[in-house]
């Protein structure tokens, strides 16, 4: 019999996406497998039944979904969800295992091979299967839209009858592969922006996109290519160093992240205070608590005519491109697990398998899984 790959509708308020879309789909019928696919499933991302269908796929209910070898799905599982699987079943999603430690001792639990899509090694060979990337490049083009149309002012330089207007300045802060994003989003828009970021690698990233490094006299890059947290004496002398450009920017657009911790703050409340009246500053980061002090995530407020606005669920305004983007970073990963044969086969000495799977017949392997939830896990 064919493997089976399941499709689950996403649950989770505000998520738009959906694991596999129809194109997908076709492609992974052709390599052999068989397509079951929730009902639905696609339909807040524009993808709907019939597509499903003529690209191979048999659609079903959330039960007949779980009865698959392999479920996918874009969220973490609901405990309703796992409670329809069984052992040695595997599931790949995000699994966000920080904040989702109940989850993650239901899946040990019940004896499911989970692997967590954000766990994915940033290694060369898995860059086709890396989600944080592809969503990330997604919410960096969004937090470029969300502050031109935010703003009461034009972003280009115009020269018109009306008398010339003068570009609008951006501050990104954050230069990884979101803010990346953003700025070049917002130099199509014609903005003048500047960047900054704790990695010193970013300033040439940054120059390629044309726009302008905020020099830095420090270096906070650490494994993987990722930042580590400042020390209070850096965290205070970036603030100093920030402050004279906020304060000076019409737009700023935040991205910085810490691997496994909350986001760092990079703007205190009282340096919104000194921007101009009718600045912007999205803060895309407000899913890990943002880079602005003021930010409540999801919640778009107003200080002294400063609009701060820390969206939430950014790849799912989006849905289109960003499921598309998933689904093909899913398809690459499910390529890891078929051995020639057609049968499924997982290899434990592929470090992408090894560093990605979070509970596997009924342990969970990986001491900073067990970590994060702060359990003995296995
Ligand atoms: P991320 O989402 O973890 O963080 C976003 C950015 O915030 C990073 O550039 C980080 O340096 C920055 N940051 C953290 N603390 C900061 C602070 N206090 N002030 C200012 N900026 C701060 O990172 P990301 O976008 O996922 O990528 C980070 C790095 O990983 C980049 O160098 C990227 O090129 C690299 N990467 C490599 C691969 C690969 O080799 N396969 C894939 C993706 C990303």
Known sequence: M???????????????RVALVPEVVARLSKQGWEVLVERGA???SYFPDSAYAEAGAQLADADGVSQAEVIV???????????????????ISFL???????????????????????RIPRITRAQAMDVLSSQATVSGYRAALMAADLSPSFFPMLTT???????????????????????????????????????????????SLGAKFLQVEMDAEAEGGYARELTAEEK??????????IAQADV???????????????????????????????DIAAETGGNCEATRPGERIEIDGVSVYGPLHVPSQLPVHASVMYAKNMQNFLGLLRGEDGSLRVDWNDEILASSVVTHDGAIPVEAVRAAIGGTGS
């Open 42 to 44: 696609g339909e807040l």
């Open 73 to 91: 799905g874009v969220q973490p599982p609901e405990a309703a969800q796992i409670a329809r699987l069984r052992r040695g079943q595997l599931l």
């Open 161 to 207: 009858a009306a008398g010339t207007i003068r570009p609008a300045r951006v501050l990104v802060l954050g230069a990884g592969v979101a803010g990346l994003q953003a700025i070049a989003t917002a130099r199509r828009l014609g903005a003048v922006v500047e960047a900054y970021d704790v990695r010193r690698a970013a300033r040439e990233q940054v120059e």
């Open 252 to 282: 700023v657009i935040t991205t910085a992240q810490i691997p496994g911790r909350p986001a760092p703050q990079l703007i205190a409340t009282s340096t919104v205070h000194d921007m101009k009246p009718g600045s912007v500053i999205i």
């Open 236 to 245: 205070e002398r970036e603030q100093v160093l920030l402050r004279k450009s």
């Open 2 to 16: 064919a493997l089976r790959i399941g499709v689950s509708k996403e649950r989770m308020a505000g998520e738009r």
């Open 96 to 118: 966000h295992v920080h904040r989702n430690g109940e989850a993650v001792t239901a899946l040990r639990d019940a004896g499911v091979t989970s692997f967590a899509m954000e």
